[in-house]
Nanobody, 115 residues
């Protein structure tokens, strides 16, 4: 079974940056991605990366500010978050997919952006 371990969350002022990491065990996934969820809101898709092609799809809300990258040897995905805004405050989750299904999730890491 695929297991995901996240790290890198924390408190940052508006305009600052954070880098999240997510390490996956087991076989290479079909895709990995990032989601976030703020209190009282639905889970929001941020970005996904196709593992075989390397193609990346960003949500409009983060395109141009967030960058997704990977380390193939370690089955690890990163999320570099720049120009952070208070509305980016949420719990961030990484996920892994097989056959177009998100079937493994990280434990979540809190990102808090102060004004």
């Amino acid at each position: 079974q695929v297991q995901l371990v996240e790290s890198g969350g924390g408190l940052v002022q508006a305009g600052g940056s954070l880098r999240l990491s997510c390490a996956a065990s087991g076989r290479s996934p079909y895709a990995m991605g990032w989601f976030r969820q703020a209190p009282g809101k639905e889970r929001e898709f941020l970005v996904r990366i196709n593992w075989s092609t390397g193609s990346i799809l960003y949500a409009d809300s983060v395109r141009g500010r967030f960058t997704c990258s990977r380390d193939n040897a370690k089955n690890t995905v990163f999320l570099q978050m720049n120009s952070l805004k208070p509305e980016d405050t949420a719990v961030y989750y990484c996920a892994a997919a097989s056959n177009n299904r998100w079937d493994a999730w990280g434990q979540g890491t809190q990102v808090t952006v102060s004004s």
